[in-house]
Structure formats: C-alpha cells, structure tokens
C-alpha cells in the first residue's frame, strides 16, 4: 500500500519545518524508524525517522524547502498497516494546500493541478511552480535550470539563482531568452580570496534571536571566582565507580545546577521576565544548558531542575547533551526555560559573558578551571579556581541583587562536602 509521510508536529508551537537534507531516496529500501531526512524548526535541527518500514517511492519537498506541519513530504510503498504507526494527510488538507497554492500565484485551476508538476522525468514542487508562475518562466524554460537537489531536482534556491545570474534576458518580441549567466560582481573579492557561503537555518536563528536580545535587555556583566577544591575531591573520590554505575563521566555541571537552583530560591527576582509592564515570578526552575553542536549553539532545558538531586541533574545533563548532538531534542524543549548556564570553559577559556537568552534575565557564564597560587588563611596555596560571570538584564535586576546572587552560587560550589558520596 501506499503511505505517506507527512512533515511532523515536533512541539505545540511549531506550524513548519524546512527540509534540511534527505538521507534516503526514491527507490531506497527502508526499516521502521530508520532516520530518513534532517528537518529544521524556529527551534532546533532533528533527525527524523520513517514511521513505516518499505521502499521510498518519491520525495514531495525538497532540501531547503519550509514545509507545514501536515504537509505530505514522501511516498513510502509499504506491506504495514500504516493506520498502526502513523496518520497520513486528510483529504481535506490536501485541498487546502492546493487552494492557498492557488490563491497565491493567481492561477488557473488546471495550472494549479499540475503542482508538484513532473517534465519528462523531472519533478518541481509546489514553491519552484509558484516562483514559475509569478516570473512567467514556462515549462521549457525550467528545464534549463541545473537542478542541486537529490537527482538533479530543481529547488527554489536554483530558480532564484538562475534569475539572478542573468540567464533570463528579453528578446525584442518580448519573449525571455538564454543570456550568458556571467554576473556582475561590483567591488565582490575574486572565488580566490573569498568563499561566499550562505547561512544554514541554525546561523540564521541564532543570529535573529542574539540581535533580539541585544536590543531587548539592558546587559550588565559581573564576575567572580571560585575555589573548586571540595568539588574537585568529591569528583576525584567518586569518579570511577559513579562512570561503572551511570556509564558518563560526573562533571561540574551537576554542582553549578544544583548551586544555581538553591541561589535562585533565595533570589526570585533573577528567576523571572519581563512581559510589557509587568514582572513574571517564575515558581518553577527550568535551567537551559548551552550546548555546541555542528554549526551552533542551543539551549535545551532540565524542567523543574529543583525536584532532582545531584545524580538525577548529572542524567539530565548527560542526555541533553548526548541528544542535542544525535539532533534527537524537541523543540518544546528549547522553551519556558527560567534561567541559562553557558560553559565555555570546556575550551579552556578563563572567562567570558554570554548574551541573556530571551525571554529570560539572567545567564550565567562559566571558565576553566585553571590551578592558581592563591591566599589561604594568610598562606599561599594552590587551587583549582573557576571565574564565574553573570549577565543580567539591569531592566529588571539592580547590581546589588546579581551580585548578592552570584556570591551565593560561589558560597554553595565552595562548601560542598569533600567526603560526600554521589
């Protein structure tokens, strides 16, 4: 039978998904949940696996094309009873799709009916038929386009580009014709000295969401330092057999969550957001932790941070972590966090301050460890200390109180229990 994928609901707040890469193609023999394209959300990059086992029939959108939750994506002939693993697109969802198609690019209905649309064996889909239909490109003319997609498939991106090259030039009847695709470069540095690579959907979010909050927030920075001794025996004594028991390494993460927690109970002002004129006092503890991936930086969350003790914090983690580089986060997890942790220290960098992370006031920024000679009751000794940063949005919180809430995550990393047992 015939199944079809469509693009999936991946949080309550997310209507579209772009395409970012299929892994599988037309004729690709399949398993259940085998990871089958790369998708791209306002939120997070996922890996998303077929809901039905069988061989791919034919792809329905492209790599970089924005899909609706909903939207038929692919074609899977499978033996399994698709109504037992997933629900395909309704009938009337399709109508839709091709009634706002047709409102869209003011077309005729039978113009409508042929998108997606195959020439010969070539298939353009619904977005590369609406460009067509607004430039007056005719079917002949699309297939001069080089297509860069899975087996030559024209996406928007070559429509666009074959426009821009010039390869369109007016013929004195009007009619379009072949122009020599040479472009104009301006003062552009040479293909030699530049390489001009255009921007993934992650740079891009990023960079919406930093400017936002630049331009949001009132940003004011302070910083402290840490002793890290106890922590640094209690992870010596218990090092190995928590690795033989949990099976991850116990870092310093888990201390400065469970530290941050308790200084925000005590703190509530640095829990809480601005919304127009009023100040949101948050009950509830959600810590993001940043996390480098491939091309970027996200933010999931540990929700109600303030129920779990000092192991269950290392799981959560070690699982945000091990998730957000396999791309198996939601992106309902990226959202309603309180409260950020950025540990740029794991490259060995002293210090630094992060951006806040919107809607949220306060971000906290984490060193090296570095070994120092440092004064110990009148005598210098040799610790492990950690420069501790914290920006606050100073709209909301005074200097006193990030002060006053630094120090005190600075006093719970310092009096943990050498001879605890994690």
């Known amino acids: ?29 399949v398993e259940k949940d085998e990871t089958i394209l790369e998708i791209s959300t306002d939120k997070v990059d996922s890996e998303i696996p077929t809901p039905v086992p069988g061989k791919i029939m034919e792809l329905l959108a492209e790599e970089n094309e924005t899909v609706e939750v909903g939207a038929v994506i692919a074609l899977i002939e499978t033996d399994a009873e698709a109504g037992e693993t997933a629900e395909p697109l309704q009938p009337e969802t399709k109508t839709e799709v091709v009634s706002a198609l047709a409102a869209d690019v003011k077309a005729e209905p039978a113009a409508i009916k042929s998108a997606p649309k195959k020439s010969g064996n070539r298939f353009y889909s619904p977005v590369v038929m609406r460009i067509a239909a607004e430039e007056n ?25 074959w426009l821009e090259s010039g390869r369109r030039t007016e013929t004195g009847d009007g009619r379009p014709e072949i122009g020599d695709g040479k472009r104009e470069t301006g003062s552009r540095a040479s293909s030699a000295e530049v390489d001009i690579v255009p921007m993934d959907n992650m740079r891009k979010m990023i960079a919406e969401h930093m400017i936002h909050s630049k331009h949001t927030a009132a940003h004011v920075n302070l910083y402290t330092e840490v002793d890290m001794q106890n922590i640094f025996l209690i992870r010596e004594r218990n090092k190995k057999a928590f690795k033989n028991r949990e099976g991850f390494s116990l870092t310093y993460t888990a201390f400065l969550v469970e530290a941050v927690v308790k200084a925000l109970k005590e703190f509530p002002i640095v829990n809480a957001s601005i919304e127009n004129n009023t100040i ?19 933010v999931p969350n540990i929700f109600n941070a303030d129920e779990k003790n000092l192991v269950g914090l290392a799981r959560s983690v070690n699982d945000l972590a091990t998730r957000a580089r396999t791309k198996k986060l939601l992106p309902d997890e990226m959202s309603n966090g309180t409260f950020s942790i950025s540990n740029f220290g794991v490259y060995g960098v002293t ?61 719970y990393l310092e009096t943990y229990d050498p001879e605890m047992t994690v």
């Not at 940043?290 to 996200?298: F, H, P, Q, S, T």
């Open 137 to 161: 490109i005719s079917m002949d003319e699309l297939e001069l386009v080089n297509g860069s997609g899975l087996n030559g498939r024209v996406s928007k991106k070559d429509v666009l580009a």
């Open 351 to 411: 210090a630094g301050f992060p951006i806040i992370n919107q809607p949220q006031s306060a971000i906290l920024g984490v060193g090296a460890i570095k070994k120092r000679a440092v004064v110990i009751n009148d005598a210098i000794a040799i610790r492990p200390i950690m420069y501790l940063s914290l920006t606050i949005d100073h709209r909301l919180i005074d200097g006193a109180a990030g002060s006053m809430f630094l120090e005190r995550i600075r006093e």
């Open 280 to 298: 949101l006092y948050k009950k509830f503890y959600n810590i993001g932790i940043a996390v480098a991936v491939e091309n970027g930086l996200i």
């Open 1 to 29: 039978m015939k199944f079809e994928m469509v693009m999936p609901k991946m949080g309550e707040s997310i209507t579209e998904g772009t395409v970012l890469k299929w892994l599988k193609g037309p004729g690709d023999t």
